[in-house]
């Protein structure tokens, strides 16, 4: 069933996502608030579609299909988006750049691992980098309208977690991509060997 709970909410998230944008691009400080509130919203939502989904035996091919999608473009849009403002500047958009490549890396291998039928679980590492990432996004958009904590500010914190989410997500990209490429390699192994061999 396309239109049951958990895939509105992945829906929404997917809407909320040029919102959260048009926030950050106005700016401090009720801009970054009514952005972070938004993004809020798109990240509890993420949680409960999944939980949702598995709790109410609602799992469909179409929230399968979404729910990463989703994921994906509020990240890469959040990101870009900061870059715009100069939230993230200088040496800080290289892990930024780190995290949005991985991002398609992995996105690829999901999709040629799927036409062979192969899954590519997520690792719980992955699991400790989306959050820390989602964090540290959610520091970036509040940035100059929160407060100093003493020992960083909102805005360094989420500059910490990022560097953070891109060291990880190196280790991670590297562990897909590996697993990956050794599928490959069996593949193509398995097709040399069925090949019909040549005789006089």
């Known amino acids: 069933m396309v239109f049951n709970i958990p895939?509105?909410?992945t829906v929404?998230?997917?809407?909320?996502?040029p919102v959260v944008l048009g926030f950050i691009w106005i700016g401090a400080p009720w801009g970054n608030?009514?952005?972070?509130?938004a993004y809020t919203y798109a990240c509890v939502t993420d949680f409960f579609d999944g939980y949702l989904?598995?709790?109410?035996?609602q799992q469909s091919a179409f929230?399968?299909?979404l729910d990463p999608i989703a994921d994906k473009?509020?990240?890469?849009?959040?990101l870009f988006m900061l870059v715009g403002v100069e939230s993230i500047s200088a040496l800080h958009i290289l892990p930024a750049a780190v995290i949005l490549c991985r991002e398609i890396l992995v996105s690829g291998l999901r999709e040629f691992l799927a036409e062979a039928?192969?899954?590519m679980p997520v690792s719980l590492l992955a699991k400790w980098k989306t959050a820390i990432q989602m964090l540290a996004l959610g520091f970036l958009i509040v940035g100059t309208a929160g407060p100093d904590f003493g020992f960083a500010t909102t805005w360094e914190i989420g500059i910490y977690g990022l560097w953070v989410a891109a060291v990880i997500t190196i280790i991670t990209g590297y562990d897909y991509l590996r697993a990956g490429l050794r599928h490959i390699a069996e593949t193509d192994a398995a097709a040399t060997s069925s090949e019909p061999?040549?005789?006089e």
């Open 7 to 9: 895939n509105i909410l």
């Open 12 to 17: 929404s998230r997917i809407v909320i996502i």
């Open 33 to 37: 608030w009514l952005a972070f509130a």
């Open 53 to 57: 989904a598995r709790a109410w035996h």
């Open 63 to 65: 929230g399968r299909f």
């Open 73 to 78: 473009l509020l990240v890469a849009g959040v």
């Open 117 to 119: 039928q192969v899954g």
């Open 197 to 199: 061999q040549g005789g």
